[in-house]
């Protein structure tokens, strides 16, 4: 059986079981999909924007690694971005299901080490991107507090401040590995776990060569590529305001509009922003689990609820982006077996 193929089926496995593990049961879900009318639509469709905007985030990284005889297309990559974020979502194991997938598929159009290495930038890259839009959505906050449109007291000034001083450490870490590279430096820190130093001394000793290399690429988009470095960031935190739309899109649904006008409507948007900014801050803290089933319902919870919002229009939001989500997953799995090219021949 071919790697494309279990890949396949891990994706339907995980499909079915997510299905069947929804915490409503399919008359409520129903009902709540139909409460969301036509707004539906645009709901799950903006998402075909996000993924384009990571894809060419994406593809601005392989453009600042890759060699010049070296080509791939940007549908090539916009879909593999959406089947390996089908897998990301799917599985468990922090998200990290679609990495290897992708190095398996781009492998069959550039070579293997900068395969990996710019598999390795981009996620490292989707990272760092969501620190800087946790980190801007702090003075987002401060700003619409201080205009009195939000609350602000010494809780949330105390949590305002360890989320800048969470995001400051992350910076610092980043840029120690966008410098340096960061395979070799992991693979020896995974080693100082329990049982697991005789597999990194293996991994060194087998691979030392390349891994090195992918580390010498890692540190080069930065030192070398700049414009491509910056391109690709801007890239994707673009994509994290566009996926506000999606709250946004429900907000409105309710008749949540600031007031109504382009005003009321950028505030809504606004609101939309931090929603999606605390939610994702709450669940990729706990992304071990997949879909992160009850992190993401309990982050719209909290961040629903601190724009003053009731807990069962919350609790909506949550259910109609799971709704979402699935939708997306099944559109990648079904995608795994669609354009695969056959494996290079050497």
């Known amino acids: 059986m071919s790697w494309n193929n279990i890949f396949f089926l891990l994706g339907v496995v995980c499909v079915v079981v997510m ?5 409503v049961n399919f008359i409520d879900l129903w009902g709540h999909i139909c409460s969301a009318g036509y707004w ?42 959406i089947t390996g974020y ?32 710019s598999v390795i930038l981009y996620a490292m890259m989707h990272i760092f991107a969501h620190f800087w839009f946790w980190f801007t959505s702090v003075f987002l906050y401060l700003a619409l507090a201080a205009l009195g449109d939000l609350p602000f007291d010494t809780t949330v000034g105390i949590v305002l401040g360890l989320v800048i001083v969470f995001c400051l450490i992350a910076f610092y870490l980043f840029y120690r590995g966008y410098k340096y590279g960061l395979v070799v430096r992991l693979i020896r820190w995974i ?20 891994l090195h290399n992918v580390d010498t690429q890692i ?7 700049r414009k ?6 801007g890239l994707e935190y673009l994509s994290r305001i566009v996926q506000s739309s999606e709250v946004l899109f429900m907000l409105l649904l309710f008749g949540i509009d600031g007031g109504g006008g382009f005003g009321g ?10 929603i999606v900014s605390l939610t994702t801050l709450f669940a990729n803290l706990i992304g071990f689990l997949p879909m992160q089933l009850g992190v993401q319902e309990g982050g719209f919870a909290l961040s629903t609820a601190a724009m003053g919002l009731a807990v069962e229009q919350g609790f909506f939001v949550s259910i109609i982006c799971r709704v979402r989500e699935i939708i997306w997953i099944i559109i990648g799995v079904l995608l795994m077996k669609i354009g695969n090219k056959p494996q290079k021949t050497t």
């Open 19 to 23: 299905v069947f593990t929804f915490d």
């Open 40 to 81: 539906f639509i645009p709901i799950v469709g903006i998402w075909i924007v996000v993924y384009g905007v990571n894809a060419l985030s994406w593809m601005c990284v392989i453009r600042g690694n890759i060699d010049s005889d070296e080509h791939v297309s940007f549908w090539r990559i916009y879909k593999l971005t």
């Open 86 to 117: 089908a897998l990301n979502y799917a599985t468990p194991v922090g998200g990290l299901g679609g990495e290897p997938y992708r190095i398996m598929e781009l492998s069959k159009d550039i070579s293997k080490q900068h395969a990996t290495s």
């Open 191 to 210: 080693g100082h776990l329990p049982r697991l130093k005789g597999w990194s001394d293996r991994i060194l000793k087998a691979h030392n060569q390349a």
């Open 219 to 225: 540190a080069s988009l930065h030192q070398q590529s």
């Open 228 to 233: 491509h470095f910056y391109a690709a960031l």
């Open 265 to 274: 409507i950028t505030l809504t948007f606004l609101h939309s922003i931090l």
